[in-house]
């Protein structure tokens, strides 16, 4: 039996060489996880994590065009908490996504590039494509940015 390392406290307290290790650990339990998500890199201008198909389909078997949208708005979300800096929360206020190309198995990768980074919005242009490279889905996500968190 192993024991882990202890997670630091918050995404912005990581070394950045851990911070998508922190990412992936910490996704344990959430929607990105169920779903499988898997962050490859994370900076506050660009955001890179897979997804499989299998299990994120509609019924016809595709992959279902709101997997699509959970893996932009956790791109675009983790992004924005990067840039925001420390004590600072990001949440998504808008998203869309346009549907270009279905995929019915595989692995789909979600490239996000930081369109504005701002004091108080946050605004990714995500990029989903199949293993070929094609791009199945466009998708843009705003993010506002509050301040520091109140003690509880």
Not at 8 to 22: G, I, M, N, T, Y
Not at 95 to 120: C, E, K, S
Not at 146 to 151: A, N, P, W
């Amino acid at each position: 039996m192993t024991t882990a390392a202890p997670r630091p406290v918050s995404l912005l307290d990581a070394p950045p060489e851990d911070a998508v290790a922190w990412i992936n650990a910490a996704g344990e339990g959430t929607l990105a996880g169920r779903m499988g998500i898997t962050f490859h890199e994370a900076t506050p201008q660009r955001l890179v994590a897979t997804m499989p198909v299998a299990g994120n389909t509609q019924l016809y078997r595709m992959l279902h065009g709101g997997a699509s949208a959970v893996l932009a708005e956790s791109l675009g979300s983790i992004g924005a908490v990067l840039h925001a800096g420390d004590g600072h929360i990001a949440v998504g206020v808008d998203i869309n996504a346009t549907h270009h190309l279905a995929v019915r198995d595989g692995t789909v990768t979600g490239v996000a590039t930081a369109l504005h980074l701002g004091r108080t919005t946050a605004t990714y242009e995500v990029v989903i494509s199949d293993e070929n490279g094609r791009r199945l889905c466009t998708s843009r996500i705003t993010c506002a940015i509050h301040g520091r968190r109140k003690s509880r």
